[in-house]
């Protein structure tokens, strides 16, 4: 069963897909909005923990709110938060959404790529 959320006026919202069938390379941009004990429940999650790694390396904006920092750190991405990541309790969604018209956030690709280089000696 997929299920959905509750917004603050009491209205059911359904969710089109289940985070382990929905990747992130189907959407251009991602949302995190997760309390701290949702956040958590999804760090144990490893599709949850791919599905966020996944869209940081295909540098893909990245909007939480509420507390996404224990899914962030759990899937390794604690220390690699960027300019790409947006804090939706310090902008406005329409600000998120105006950034996402770039539709990448292209300078992660070449701190991704310096990162591998090291890696590799």
């Known amino acids: 069963m997929v299920g959905g959320v509750e917004t603050t006026d009491g209205q059911r919202v359904p969710a089109d897909q289940k985070i382990d069938s929905g990747p992130s390379v189907l959407y251009d941009a991602v949302v995190v ?30 909007g939480y709110g509420g507390d996404a920092a224990p899914l962030f750190e759990a899937a390794g991405l604690g220390n690699l938060i960027d300019d790409g990541f947006a804090d939706l309790g310090r902008i406005s969604a329409a600000d998120f959404i105006a950034r996402c018209a770039e539709l990448r956030f292209w300078p992660r690709q070449a701190s991704i790529a310096g990162k591998a280089a090291a890696a590799q000696g």
């Open 33 to 62: 909005l997760a309390s701290k004990q949702g956040a958590s429940i999804l760090a144990a999650l490893p599709a949850a923990r791919d599905f966020v790694t996944d869209a940081f390396a295909h540098c893909k904006f990245i």
